[in-house]
């Protein structure tokens, strides 16, 4: 059966939220993702894992391919029997030349559907705090190229039309000619001192906005680069009480997660939320442990155990993945006792539909035993701890002091990861990044291993560091960093609130 089928998708103007259902759904079911450079690669996420990612990105000048290779690409494409999904920027239709796109498949009599997003001249003054129209302010609104050739002989736009004729004003592609445009409006009647801003990557966390007016907006916005979008008129002052987006707590903050990339979304995601710029960097990469028959051998005898006491998701999803390899499932667990660490930990282990009877108030090891004392007899007690290669040896160790029987056995390890970005430490000197959180002492130590160690007292003062626990921190200072936010409760939210906490104006 031929299935060839092409999506033109609108991606919205970078925010990844700020895409539709419809063009969710084209990116999960496409073979082939033919994709734009003002495209948030964070959504290709969704995709399935055997797609096919074709960048050909346009970004000002360097063009990776021409409109026309484009075009044979996404028809060859399509030809082999495939879906292609084809997202660009905003909406395909607003200067999108996805009209020159969908013309090309109907003379090759490919199917396709366009599917609309949202356009950079709605949502980006949006998050810079200006809505488009306003009863107060105006009732028209106009999409205009800044990109035409000013040394034009006609102009394909009649200034003195749109000049005085349209309230507000959005400029797609018109840095470059940001002189030429607010002369032309000026010489055609709109008065000078219209408010004007200029927004750059726009719903992004890398979002900057400049406000001026028509005679003094070019040398306000003499910095900002492509892309960016002008927005002219009056709707501009309302910015002044409707900036939502530029005023979150950590919007304008670069922060490094350097967790397990399994481990980071939880987290990234929060910090996101709050509007920070989230550079994931993992240091640690989750693996099955070398010998995998101590674990094999405690799921043979688990009912001799009275005891599970899980420190770690990792260790949960360990042991349960294993449990399950070995064909058995949780009627194993019938009677033992299950004790977590933490909150995290708590909701890995209900994820498989087993309740905790033991959680310390504090999230450490030491916390641990203290509150076991409380639940059970230790003395002549059978506990099992699946944990990670490098797990600290307080817990098995004071359990066996008070009488107890442990085995604490490798559930997993934990290995270092291969950097992705190696301009991360170039990023810290110059003052790109503001801070960079560690989970746990690996990720400290792969860290630095990874950058190396050498730039460890070049950091401080540069960056800040965030630490979730007192343990962490111990490690963190031992080799020489200094560390400037520490989580009050030793968890992810925790640290979160430290890092809030920080940020906020003193
Ligand atoms: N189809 C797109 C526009 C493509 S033209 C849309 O509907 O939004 C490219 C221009 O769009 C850029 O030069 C810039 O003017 C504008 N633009 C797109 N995304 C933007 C963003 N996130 N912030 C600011 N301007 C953006």
Not at 21 to 44: F, R
Not at 106 to 131: H, K, L, M
Not at 469 to 491: C, F, H, N, S, W
């Amino acid at each position: 059966m031929k299935r060839s089928m092409v999506y033109l998708v609108g991606a919205g103007p970078g925010d990844p939220g700020l895409i539709t259902v419809k063009g969710l759904e084209c990116i999960k079911k496409a073979d082939i993702i033919i994709y734009d450079y003002l495209v948030n690669v964070n959504l290709l996420k969704n995709a399935r894992p055997d797609v096919e990612f074709i960048y050909v990105g346009k970004q000002g000048g360097a063009h990776t391919l021409e409109q026309e290779e484009i075009n044979e690409l996404i028809v060859k494409k399509a030809l082999e029997d495939k879906i292609v999904t084809r997202l660009k920027g905003g909406d395909p239709y607003v200067f999108g030349r996805g009209g020159e796109e969908a013309l090309v498949l109907r003379e090759n009599r490919i199917p396709f559907e366009v599917v609309p997003g949202i356009t950079a001249a709605i949502a980006t003054p949006n998050y810079a705090g200006i809505p488009v129209t306003h009863r107060d302010c105006t009732s028209t609104f106009g999409l205009i190229t800044g990109h035409e050739d000013p040394t034009k002989d006609e102009s394909s736009i009649d200034w003195s039309k749109i000049s005085t004729g349209i309230g507000t004003l959005a400029f797609y592609m018109g840095i470059k000619n940001l002189p030429y445009i607010t002369e032309q409006l000026m010489k055609h009647g709109r008065s000078k001192d219209t408010p004007v801003a200029v927004i750059r990557w726009g719903t992004t966390s890398q979002q900057k906005t400049v406000v001026g007016t028509l005679c003094t907006i070019v040398q306000k916005a003499k910095d900002i680069k492509p892309p960016a979008i002008t927005i002219v008129g009056e709707v501009v002052k309302l910015r002044d009480q409707l900036n939502w987006f530029e005023t979150k707590p950590l919007f304008g903050k670069t922060i490094v997660v350097t967790r397990s990339r399994e481990q980071a979304s939880e987290f990234a995601d929060k910090l996101y939320e709050y509007g920070a710029h989230v550079i994931e960097f993992p240091t640690i990469e989750i693996a099955k442990p070398d010998s995998i028959q101590p674990l094999d051998e405690a799921i043979k005898n688990i009912q001799t155990f009275n005891w599970l006491v899980f420190t770690s998701i990792n260790g949960v999803d360990a042991f349960f993945q294993r449990l399950f390899e070995l064909g058995k499932d949780i009627r194993e667990l019938k009677g033992i006792k299950v004790c977590a660490i933490g909150p995290a930990t708590e909701e890995g282990i209900k994820k498989y539909y087993i309740k905790v009877d033991c959680r310390p108030p504090k999230f450490v090891a030491e916390s641990v035993v203290e509150e076991l004392k409380k639940v059970t007899a230790i003395k002549g007690e059978k506990f099992l701890l699946p944990r990670a290669d490098i797990a600290r040896s307080f817990l098995p160790e004071e359990l066996q002091k008070l009488g107890g029987k442990v085995t604490d056995l490798v559930a997993y390890k934990t290995v270092m990861a291969q950097p992705r970005d190696i301009n991360l430490v170039d990023k810290i000197k110059n003052g790109e990044i503001h801070i960079v959180t560690f989970t746990s002492s690996s990720t400290v130590r792969n860290f630095l291993q990874i950058v190396g160690e050498k730039n460890t007292s070049a950091f401080n003062g540069h960056v800040q560091f965030a630490s979730i626990g007192p343990i962490t921190t111990q490690t963190a200072e031992e080799m020489g960093l200094r560390v400037d936010i520490k989580a009050k409760e030793y968890t992810i939210p925790g640290l979160v609130d430290a890092i809030l906490e920080s940020a906020a104006p003193k």
